[in-house]
């Protein structure tokens, strides 16, 4: 086993081979259905009548967008009263590093307080929620457990069942929501980057996991007043192109397909490549062996401090790999996580002293399994009965068409 980085080319040609096999042309991104798509922020004759005479907040960030406007500033221009912003993690405008803690304050261009819901504010207080008679969230989500972005919703549903505010979550389509994939949370290992019992990669819009969180109970809501804005024009079978990146280090759909199987390495002495213009698309170490590819992170908007600053790595760069092939994958991989922990032969010391690969995992197994040498198609297999009784859970929440 000397370089596991031919087991990944491995990998990377046989997914070229299945795409082949099944005439998709890897030449170009047709697969793409934005054309016909109309995210719930759109359909404003949906929801503008519960919005008449009503003080309104709204929980949202740069992807909160209507064609090229925001919808805070739509909103405003048609007369509706809007008293407030509840921003999540990084920030209002999407610039804040991960998990940087983003301060309140004053938008700049509306003049509207700005609450922040990251860092020791993560649920809205009885006071911070006083003057709101109907709470808007809009933000787009990319279907992957540790995204906090759901942990917000998760803190909003409860607390507009508290203060009895009505909730309208404008729906946004799924980047992911064409697979799921990955284990389930176990609940000992609930946190802010894992809330409930689902897998890495859930496969639901963001509307859809909202009727869960209600309908399962995972949150004390049973006065919830909310309504779900649906989409127009797609489903699970669909491929959407998020048109504005959703966070600082996921800047365009390479990112967004790879996040959910290179994030883990965050819980590791590896850099995915925060502080470079490649961020969640490369890894890499200093000891790593083969000496193809390499980078060195450096201090940037979005990632002020990155693990490895200034040091040399040698690693991967996933670039090469077309969206076709990961789309038609339909699973996250972890090859690249057993081939680095082999790589390096760093053993314990391979994960960080905090354990974070734990709250990433939702388990202490994943970890385990890694010391316990096994492949990723063990790992793989261990998933599957966990895997089985989320989806029929999924299944009663669903509002578009599934990709089975």
């Known amino acids: 086993m000397k370089y596991k980085i031919l087991s990944i080319i491995f990998l990377f040609l046989t997914l070229n081979s299945i795409s082949q096999s099944n005439s998709i042309d890897l030449s170009v991104h047709s697969l793409f259905c934005n054309n016909d798509v109309r995210v719930g922020a759109e359909n404003t004759k949906t929801y503008m009548s519960l ?81 709101i008679d109907v709470l808007i969230f809009d933000i787009q989500d990319v279907g992957v457990r540790f995204y906090t972005y759901i942990s917000t919703l998760h803190y909003i549903m409860e607390a507009c069942s508290e203060n009895n505010v009505k909730l309208i979550i404008l729906d946004r389509p799924n980047p ?63 491929f959407y192109k998020l048109p504005i990146k959703p966070s600082p280090n996921l800047p365009n759909m390479l990112s967004i397909y790879l996040y959910p199987s290179l994030c883990f390495f965050e ?26 590819f390499s980078f060195t992170p450096k201090a940037t908007e979005g990632a002020k401090y990155p693990k490895l600053n200034g040091k040399l790595c040698y690693g991967i760069d996933y670039s090469t790999v077309g969206l076709n092939i990961l789309q038609l994958q339909g699973q996250l991989s972890l090859d690249w996580l057993v081939s680095f922990y082999q790589d390096l032969n760093l053993k314990g010391d391979f994960f960080l002293k905090n354990n974070f690969i734990n709250l990433l995992a939702g388990s202490d197994v994943l970890q385990k399994q890694l010391i316990n040498n096994l492949t990723f198609k063990e790992i793989r297999q261990s998933w599957q009965s966990d895997l089985a009784k989320f989806k029929v859970i999924r299944s009663k929440y669903l509002l578009y068409k599934d990709f089975n």
Not at 204 to 224: D, F, P, Q, R
Not at 276 to 288: A, L, R, Y
Request: charge should be positive; charged fraction near 25%.
């Open 176 to 238: 992911n929501g064409h697979y799921v994939d990955g284990p389930v949370l176990n609940p000992d290992f609930k946190s802010f980057v894992g809330m409930h019992q689902v897998p890495v990669v859930h496969g639901m819009s963001i509307g859809e996991y909202a009727k869960m969180i209600h309908g399962e109970k995972w949150v004390s809501a049973n006065k919830l007043d909310f309504i779900v804005i649906e989409c127009v024009g797609w489903d699970h079978t669909k």
């Open 267 to 292: 819980g590791t002495v590896v850099s995915v490549g925060r502080g470079t213009d490649m961020p969640f698309q490369i890894s890499g170490h200093p000891k790593f062996k083969s000496k193809f």
């Open 51 to 131: 919005l008449n005479g009503k003080r309104v907040a709204v929980v949202g960030n740069q992807s909160s967008m209507i064609g090229d406007k925001h919808l805070v500033d739509s909103l405003i221009r048609l007369g509706v009263e809007v008293v407030k912003v509840f921003s999540p993690e990084h920030g209002f405008r999407g610039k804040a590093d991960a998990g940087e803690k983003v301060k309140s304050g004053i938008d700049f261009k509306t003049g509207l307080p700005i609450i922040s819901l990251y860092g020791n504010n993560k649920k809205p207080k009885p006071e911070q929620m006083k003057g």
